[in-house]
T-cell receptor, first 118, second 115 residues
Framework: AQTVTQSQPEMSVQEAETVTLSCTYDTSESDYYLFWYKQPPSRQMILVIRQEAYKQQNATENRFSVNFQKAAKSFSLKISDSQLGDAAMYFCAYRSAGRGGANSKLTFGKGITLSVRP | GAVVSQHPSWVICKSGTSVKIECRSLDFQATTMFWYRQFPKQSLMLMATSNEGSKATYEQGVEKDKFLINHASLTLSTLTVTSAHPEDSSFYIC???????????FGPGTRLTVL
């Protein structure tokens, strides 16, 4: 079974600064997808960024980028120019790309609460 | 973009009663929907995978007789919490995926409080 580990329960960052959220995972599969989801106080889950394991290039979405290290099974999220609206819980998640594809379930990490100081 | 709705957004019920939560994909057809449970400040715990026209697949430790899931159409899945007790109080979230897509669309969640 796959596992996703987020060892830091909380982090804080100064507005306009950069912060990196850590995530490691364990799997025996070679093809899979990794995600970072944001859950603000409204509790609506929002997809931040996605990485396909077969792609060597790290995904980027505006101020958000990942550092995907497949051999180390590490998938960290970097938030640049942090904004007050970035304050939320962030979840790292894994999905198998095998049978089922998009119908495969997501495995979530425990999450990290990010606060942004003005 | 694709939208998933949940109804109700908040429900309070008495212990021993049953509560039904609806999850709808508003502008796409979803052959698979997922139901999660989330306690405050914790992660999402997958309860079951709901497939249209077939029985749901429950995760280990989830009581299928207590949490009844029905996926009667390609746009609607329902979760019924039967004989609810205070320990069932939680935030329930559904999600749906578009076949062939690599994205899961989440509903806004339903807060259940059992008195």
């Amino acid at each position: 079974a796959q596992t996703v580990t987020q060892s830091q329960p909380e982090m804080s960052v100064q507005e306009a600064e950069t912060v990196t959220l850590s995530c490691t995972y364990d799997t025996s599969e070679s093809d899979y997808y990794l995600f970072w989801y944001k859950q603000p106080p409204s509790r609506q889950m929002i997809l931040v960024i996605r990485q396909e394991a077969y792609k060597q290039q790290n995904a980027t979405e505006n101020r958000f980028s990942v550092n995907f290290q497949k051999a180390a099974k590490s998938f960290s999220l970097k938030i640049s120019d942090s904004q007050l609206g970035d304050a939320a819980m962030y979840f790292c998640a894994y999905r198998s790309a095998g049978r089922g594809g998009a119908n495969s379930k997501l495995t979530f990490g425990k999450g990290i609460t990010l606060s942004v100081r003005p | 973009g694709a939208v998933v709705s949940q109804h109700p957004s908040w429900v309070i019920c008495k212990s021993g009663t049953s509560v039904k939560i609806e999850c709808r994909s508003l502008d796409f057809q979803a052959t698979t929907m997922f139901w999660y449970r989330q306690f405050p400040k914790q992660s999402l715990m997958l309860m079951a995978t709901s497939n249209e026209g077939s029985k749901a697949t429950y995760e280990q430790g989830v009581e299928k007789d207590k949490f009844l899931i029905n996926h009667a159409s390609l746009t609607l899945s329902t979760l019924t919490v039967t004989s609810a007790h205070p320990e069932d109080s939680s935030f329930y979230i559904c999600s749906a995926s578009i076949p062939g897509a690599l994205k899961e669309y989440f509903g806004p969640g339903t807060r259940l409080t059992v008195l």
